[in-house]
């Protein structure tokens, strides 16, 4: 049976994922405020590296935040500080995120998928540190950020 973290290594220590796993991703998102709450509109979610516990993922976790200004973006405010360089960023529009997640895989013999246990927003960019990517110009093959160049409204 084909299970969610099959063949994947940890990003740290390189042993193999078990069904308890952390996933680092980034993301371009939309937030919009509804009446029951923030909905969170995914344009793009990128795998970055996944790890084999809570060991691995606190030890990538400090290494990024400390290159932070400001990590672990707080509050449910409309506009939030960039992680970098402390500009204003709107969250009603695109934006890039990076978020740990702890997942628990729950893949079935006809479906291969994994719940989302437990997740920490790390870092927002603002457009100038980070570009986020469009959903109609989300293909699975880019060349990372140049080739899918944010367009401004
Ligand atoms: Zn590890
Ligand atoms: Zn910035």
Redesign the pocket.
């Known amino acids: 049976m084909r299970t969610s973290f099959e063949g994947l290594r940890c990003g740290v220590c390189e042993c193999e994922l078990r069904e308890d796993y952390f996933s680092l991703s980034k993301r371009s998102q939309t937030v919009t405020a509804t009446p029951s709450g923030n909905v969170v509109m995914v344009s793009e979610d990128e795998l970055v590296t996944d790890f084999c516990g809570i060991e691995c993922s606190d030890y990538a976790e400090v290494a990024i935040t400390s290159t932070l200004t400001t990590p672990y973006p707080s509050g449910d405010g409309k506009t939030v500080p960039?992680s970098?360089?402390?500009?204003p960023v709107d969250r009603r529009q695109p934006h890039v995120s990076v978020c740990m997640a702890k997942l628990e895989d729950a893949s079935k013999p006809w479906l291969v998928t994994a719940n989302v246990r437990d997740e920490r927003e790390l870092a927002v960019?603002?457009v100038?540190?980070a570009q986020p990517h469009r959903a109609r110009h989300a293909e699975p093959q880019r060349d990372d950020s140049t080739s899918v160049a944010f367009a401004r409204i």
């Open positions: 960039c970098l360089c402390l500009r960019y603002c100038n540190c």
